[in-house]
């Protein structure tokens, strides 16, 4: 039976919790003592963490676009694509995490095209909800309701989660309400799922299944240290892997959304690869892990804030890399113009760096930064004649990498190998990952079409 990841579809949803706990020489397990009958019991904190975890129906219609072949529009006179309008319902889970202003988190798959949201509380208080605003490349939206005596989850730093800690999932999957397992964290900065664009994942194998999208990783103070997003599995069952977005990301793209209405997400301009054990023989590293830098962007805020190609990047703000797919989903959820300080390695010695990040969403790149196949292009981030957001090609150089592979001026790439795509870092992040045979999905004035790149 072959393994495959899958998000928490909006049909019901659980709530996975981190568990941190120290335990006495005398204690077999780590537990909450019950007053009455001194036994192990997760019971008094569970009381307190439920009344912030919340469950989210959604009504909408989900549209798709179908291209209409040639041959009936020349015979027939059809349109360009057909139109289909689908109406649909879900379900999903949210996490209160500010009860004065009425603010909930959840994944942006649980209310994304929805137009209805309507969010019931564990004391069943029903609330009509108000989305703010969401980022599909994490996976994250915010909700508001009307702050009428709610309870909200308070926030733990998730970069102090260690492997091990024992975590508690609370929620509904399938539809059942207030159901509660337990596990452990298996493992930190999981990425290369290709579930989304920026991923840092916490693992857990606390029993996770269809409908969790939504929920809160709690420790057992209480604290929310992940948001769950995705699960790994046999035909999406679960087989003890599960994936939640660390609370510290989470925070940083809800506090831009706050701000701003959208995430506007931070652009330091490196490219490169792991470090791995042949890379590090190869270049005679010390190092086992971290983020190898190949290149660097003319006139990034990494060139100017010093860091050369041949670095390799071992911490973020003094919180080690892992990897470089970690370091760019560390960016990629800090804000514009945040500032960062770097821990470098640099030909064996060790080397800090202060940056202030660009602004990703504000970029215009030549194309070759991050695909050879598409040298030749400019693109900039914009939407479609449908309003679809993308990469907009507003370039296109003649008998260049990018022309061969049919790309023209005005093209809008929304898509690769089926991964929704709305702006150049989403492009950067799907390209990095992809393996094999790449197809980008490109609209072209009303039509859409697939490109090739092999």
Known sequence: MNKVVNRFFAACLVVTSTVSIQTSANAALPFFSDDKTEVPSLAPMIEKATPAIVTISVEGTQVSRQRVPEVFKHFFGAPDEQVQERPFKGLGSGVIIDADKGYIVTNNHVVDNASEITVTLTDGREFKAKKMGADAQSDIALLKIEPEKLIALPLADSDKVRVGDFVVAIGNPFGLSQTVTSGIVSALGRSGLNIGGLENFIQTDAAINRGNSGGALVSLRGELVGINTAI???????VGIGFAIPSNMMKSLVDQIIEFGEVRRGLLGILGQDVDSGLAEAMNLNVSKGAFVSEVSPDSPAEKGG?????????L???AVTSFQELRAKVGSKGAGSKIRLGLLRKGKKVNVDVVLGD????VVAAKEIHPALEGATLTNGKTKQGDEGVIISEVVARSPAAMIGLQDDDVIIGVNRQKIDNVVALRGALDSAKGVIALSVIRGNSSLYLVIR
Do not use: E, S, W
Not at 232 to 238: A, D, E, Q, R
Not at 307 to 315: L, M, R, V
Not at 360 to 363: D, E, F, G, K, N
């Open 232 to 238: 790994f599995g046999p035909n999406g069952g679960n």
């Open 317 to 319: 703000n003094g919180i």
């Open 360 to 363: 990703a969403t504000q970029t």
């Open 307 to 315: 860091i050369q190609a041949g670095d390799i990047i071992t911490d």
